[in-house]
């Protein structure tokens, strides 16, 4: 498995199907490390093993997006999760709102990159952090 | 180490793809030695409104800057042996800073369904974004330019077609417009326009909302159009929409961590041609386009698809020594913003069929190209499908005609109004017709009348019970392929051909051909990192008639079968010669 070191989770806030619910949930919108897009069928798995309470909710929810979440802290702990799962060191969450805020404020594609991956709502891996620089030589 | 010569990087500037020729890149001094270079003879100009206003009140063309010197422009094209085609953005236009819109004009950043800012990575890594074009300052800023534009046309003489230009992006097989915006401008424009359209205390349910939102979407976009059109009189030829490869949130997320491959791009070249949507380049820089990507793009746009669709504003192209795309189904889908809440051709696995079976031979129509495809072709027949739900008195007249002419349509009768059901049942029985009626998978019913064919069935009521599980892409197949084998369809399928792209055009045979009906010409690309063979089996009806461009590919003929063996980065043309 590859090495990942950043995961950035997109999300967003909202209804998907307005004339058949009234409270909107979160969604994540994309996921990507540091060298592209995450593949979303092993993620999606995860959230359908872990975080799906109802089965009927997920019917509708497009193939690219993963979700609904309750609350902000299920999606808090669904990424937790997936940052554990894929031995990543830390997983960062922005809303649309804060996407769109940092791509109005940069004007290279280079710098946008950088600061998508470090900026946002971050969560650590903890555990990968202690198992430290060695065990990537005693697996 | 590369043996091929490197292409100046200026140039990638200049020429970013597909004949385009960015004039504010480069000095006006440069432009004759610039065209006199340029391989094509047309040569399409997409006018920068910024770079001739940065205010929106004052202009410049040719009063301070000689490259803004439209005229000049064209005449050195013209003394160069081209002919400049300009295209006029009515909306956002990806490829330049702010979408196109003067310096001052850029205050509130469009947003897409997802209500995520347009990002966009041009050919030089220039991170772009787009801007609202529901303001009202901008619809007017964009009056009084097209104005001006129209006023400098007209005293200078210049009588260069303008295409006004719609510009989008694939999301999955779906074309965006990057028109569409979820930002507060347009919902504070959106508000006004709903005033004027409900009584006070009226509720719009969710869905009539929605229906209000695309009315008011395509009435805007038309306001622009229309006072392109009125400004710019003779010289406006007409729309087209464009799609620019790589220009999606996915395609952009891909390209900011530099990991995308060609076929990210190539399905969408794929997917464009197959919706009649101009495909554009001109995003990528040379690097992400060396290879099979760049042949693609030559063969079938720069050098066939483009000059057809300009050549024209109907889709048949009257130089019959031109390829077209070979189609043996057009697909009816509605655009209208509710699409999506209704069944798709995709839920019904018809896409994953025609693509394993005929490649790319289709042609998927909206309400905005139905006209397009409104005459018979009279060398490709074509199978006809439409949902119930896309059919209103147009569509059914439309139907109609095409069944009584001999034409073959299927319709798929999920969300068929009670109206058009009741139309369907007198038009059989005034006309006497026989309904033979079938279950197979699902209640089918088949009309005849002389060579023409309808075929009814319902999509929303697919056997569960005997299949015993929700219905997957096999068994979708299967009803499919039983369906189209009762048509006679003359075509030679490819076999083992994952991961190569190919695509299949077609003309009619010439006099010196007078032993075939018609010619068809498979491009064969392979864009991946293995060698891979593909075979086919001809029927009688087909006899390979030349091979060309030969690139990296070994091709073997034999009686009745041809072999093609592409390394990675190979390509290969076959025209065959098709008689009945």
């Not at chain 2, 319709?411 to 026989?434: A, W």
Request: charge should be negative.
């Amino acid at each position: 498995m590859k090495e990942i070191d950043y995961i950035v989770g997109i999300y967003h806030h909202f209804i998907l199907n307005p004339s058949e619910q009234f409270e909107p949930n979160y969604y994540l919108l994309y996921l990507l490390d540091e060298k592209g897009m995450l593949e979303i069928e092993g993620a999606k798995d995860l959230f359908k093993e872990k975080f799906v309470l109802d089965s009927s909710l997920i019917q509708k929810v497009p193939n690219n997006v993963i979700g609904p979440f309750i609350s902000m802290e299920t999606l808090n702990q669904y990424a937790f999760a997936l940052c554990e799962e894929l031995n990543a060191a830390q997983i960062n969450l922005l809303s649309v709102k804060e996407y769109n805020a940092l791509l109005e404020n940069h004007q290279t594609a280079q710098d946008f990159h950088k600061d998508l991956l470090e900026k946002g709502n971050v969560i650590e891996n903890i555990e990968r952090k202690k198992k430290g620089f060695l065990s990537r030589f005693f697996k | 180490m590369s043996l091929t010569t490197p292409v100046p990087r200026d140039q990638d500037s200049v020429f970013p793809g597909e004949n385009w020729f960015f004039y504010w890149k480069t000095s006006a001094s440069l432009w004759k030695s610039k065209l006199q270079e340029f391989p094509g003879t047309k040569i399409i100009v997409p006018l920068n409104w910024s770079f001739h206003s940065e205010t929106g009140d004052q202009f410049d063309f040719d009063d301070h800057r000689p490259e803004t010197n439209l005229k000049k422009l064209v005449e050195i094209a013209r003394e160069v042996g081209k002919t400049v085609v300009f295209f006029l953005s009515l909306g956002p236009a990806p490829f330049l800073s702010n979408g196109g819109l003067p310096h001052f004009l850029a205050r509130s950043l469009a947003l897409n369904s997802e209500e995520m800012a347009y990002g966009v990575i041009d050919a030089d890594g220039h991170l772009l974004k787009i801007y609202s074009f529901f303001d009202p300052r901008v619809f007017e800023a964009f009056d009084k330019f097209v104005k001006k534009l129209g006023q400098y046309f007209a005293s200078n003489k210049i009588n260069s077609d303008i295409w006004g230009i719609r510009s989008g992006y694939f999301k999955e097989e779906k074309y965006q417009s990057y028109f569409e915006d979820h930002s507060k401008t347009f919902e504070s424009a959106f508000i006004r326009y709903l005033q004027t359209k409900k009584k006070e205390d009226e509720k719009l349910t969710p869905i009539e909302e929605k229906q209000f939102e695309f009315e008011f979407l395509k009435t805007i976009q038309g306001l622009y159009e229309s006072n392109a059109r009125d400004s710019l009189k003779d010289n406006f030829e007409g729309v087209l929409d464009v799609a620019f490869l790589g220009g999606g949130t996915q395609n952009f997320l891909k390209r900011l961590a530099e990991n995308i491959s060609t076929s990210d791009f190539s399905y969408e070249l794929y997917v464009s041609l197959a919706k009649d949507i101009v495909p554009s380049s001109v995003l990528l820089s040379h690097r992400l386009k060396k290879g099979v990507l760049n042949r693609e793009l030559n063969d079938l746009v720069a050098n066939s698809y483009l000059p057809a669709r300009l050549a024209n504003s109907a889709y048949e192209h009257e130089d019959i020594t031109t390829f077209l795309p070979l189609s043996f189904f057009k697909v009816y889908e509605r655009i209208d913003g509710l699409s999506s809440l209704f069944q798709s051709w995709n839920d019904l696995g018809l896409w994953t069929f025609l693509n394993a079976n005929f490649g790319w031979s289709y042609k998927i129509i909206s309400s905005d190209t139905l006209k397009m495809h409104d005459t018979k072709t009279p060398y490709q027949e074509h199978i006809h499908l439409f949902h119930g739900h896309d059919i209103d008195r147009v569509v059914f007249n439309f139907i109609l005609k095409t069944f009584m002419n001999g034409g073959r349509i299927i319709v798929n009768r999920s969300g068929l109004s009670e109206e058009f059901d009741k139309r369907f049942e007198t038009f059989f029985l005034e006309n006497n017709l026989t309904v033979e009626k079938v279950t197979f998978e699902t209640k089918v019913q088949n009309v005849s009348l002389g060579e023409g064919r309808l075929v009814l069935f319902d999509g929303e009521a697919f056997n569960q019970e005997s299949l015993k599980k929700q219905p997957d892409d096999a068994d979708y197949s299967h009803f499919w392929k039983s369906l189209v084998d009762t048509f006679t369809i003359v075509h030679a399928p490819i076999n083992n051909a994952e991961g190569i792209d190919y695509y299949w055009r077609t003309r009619p045979s010439s006099t010196n051909e007078l032993r075939f009906e018609e010619v068809r010409r498979l491009s064969l690309y392979n864009p991946t990192s293995y060698r891979k063979k593909i075979r086919m089996n001809l029927s009688k009806n087909f006899v390979v008639y030349k091979v060309l461009d030969e690139i990296n590919v070994i091709v073997q003929t034999y009686p009745n079968e041809i072999e093609i063996e592409l390394s990675p980065d190979g390509s290969v043309i076959v025209d065959f010669g098709v008689f009945s």
